[in-house]
């Protein structure tokens, strides 16, 4: 009897510890791949990191240009953090040729930021464009930032858009791209300093992504003149803080070092 009685509640204990398991597992973030254009030189993967908790859906794509390498690193160990609410897609390689040739655009191929549509009812003009095109409108992201690296630096050439974050100025992404800007500008010089910049060129990305899907959407473009690291390193605080800005509850610290070349 006695020892029966103890069974039960050991029972009733483990079932207790089971549904407390099942309940962190059905908010536990999952992470999906897919793999857009297979079997194509533009293969490429996008993941899903979904919190399983509301929240806004951002995009944040790297690699639309292979020679801004800062973009896509830094994509590909975005593609390894974490959130507490919300949905990640990510797409370290946009345009996966072009990274592997870290080049603009591979050999042949035409600026993949000019070929998005400019209005609706357009569509996108080549096919590596049309395909993501497609991805963002399946997952119709509330958000959209596209990595870039640019030449120059707008605090020393206004000709130049490195160090900017260059908005499709809806009034929310006016105003989180200036509490971004505010914080990550606190650690840097009057020369490093980020400033904002409005309107994506036409038929860039971020431009069909705000002007088209009605995303809040920018782009953001670091200098290259200054070193590698320091360049990744601003490309993930800036994005680290547009996700806690938007309440997405980002885990950054525990990702793993993404490896470098292509992602799995
Ligand atoms: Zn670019």
Aim: charged residues 20%; proline residues 5%.
């Amino acid at each position: 009897m006695f020892v029966s009685l103890l069974r039960k509640a050991a029972a009733l204990a483990l079932a207790a510890a089971m549904a407390v398991t099942g309940a962190a597992q059905a908010a536990a973030v999952q992470v999906t791949q897919r793999t857009i254009l297979p079997g194509t030189t533009y293969e490429t993967t996008l993941y899903v990191i979904d919190s399983g908790r509301d929240g806004p859906t951002v995009w944040v794509s790297g690699g639309v240009h292979g020679s801004e390498l800062a973009g896509w690193k830094a994509a590909e160990r975005i593609a390894r953090w974490s959130i507490g609410r919300g949905r990640l897609i990510v797409v370290p390689h946009a345009n996966a040729p072009a990274v592997r040739q870290e080049r603009r655009s591979a050999t042949g191929d035409p600026d993949l930021n000019r070929q998005f549509p400019k209005r609706a009812g357009e569509s996108a003009k080549t096919p590596l464009a049309r395909a993501l095109w497609e991805e963002l409108r399946r997952y119709n992201p509330d958000w959209v930032i596209d990595l870039h690296e640019a030449m120059g630096n707008n605090n020393l050439d206004p000709g130049s858009v490195g160090q900017s974050i260059i908005v499709y100025p809806t009034s929310r992404m006016v105003s989180v791209a200036n509490r971004v800007i505010r914080r990550i500008n606190a650690g840097l010089s009057s020369t490093q300093k980020f400033n904002l910049m409005r309107y994506p060129v036409e038929g860039s990305l971020a431009d069909a992504a705000g002007h088209v899907l009605g995303a809040n959407a920018a782009i953001v473009e670091t200098s290259r003149t200054y070193g590698l690291s320091t360049r990744i390193n601003w490309h993930l605080q800036i994005m680290r803080y547009l996700l806690e800005e938007l309440d997405m509850e980002p885990e950054t610290s525990s990702a793993a070092p993404a490896a470098s070349g292509t992602a799995a």
